[in-house]
């Protein structure tokens, strides 16, 4: 292999790492209330929640919480993939191989997250009023999507150590 293919494979490899990244870091850590920093047209999905009528909105809390928990070990396993890319590009000698491997995992695994959580959010929808519904449509069309509660993050409380995402 080229010095130079290897130079593009090794920038490739830290880019598809890097959007990894922050994707998951959107899945895990991203559910900021936003509406209590006065940013009221936040895409997340507790920001939506905390816009709902009083009995959909704990219901809706109950859901994320729900998905959260169950989505926990998946995202471990997400992180242990990603963990495996790494390892395998320091690797001597290089596998690219098993490097696309543990990145296709851990993708595959993200994209299975995210599936379920919309048809789960989607399915709960069908309860919500139209206005209400409108609120998850709100989500969906700032910045492409909603991201969803982190495991362990409790429903109307803001966590100051997480920092403002910004628009794109």
Known sequence: MSPRARLLLFVSLGLNLFLVGLIV????????DRATRGHAKSRSLMS??????????????????????EARPRVRALRQA????????????YDPQAAAAALDRARAEELALRRELDREVL???????????????EALRRRGGWRPMR??????????????????
């Open 48 to 69: 939506v929640a905390e816009r709902l009528e009083p009995a959909n909105r704990e219901s809706f809390h109950a859901l994320l919480r729900r998905e959260a928990e």
């Open 123 to 137: 399915v709960y929808a069908a309860r919500l009023s139209p206005d209400e519904r409108a609120l998850l449509g």
């Open 25 to 32: 870091g959107g899945l895990t850590l991203g559910a900021r």
């Open 151 to 168: 495991p362990g993050h409790e429903p109307g409380r803001t966590d100051s150590a997480a920092k403002d995402e910004r628009s794109r």
């Open 82 to 93: 990603r963990r495996e890319a790494a390892t395998a590009v320091t690797a001597d000698p």
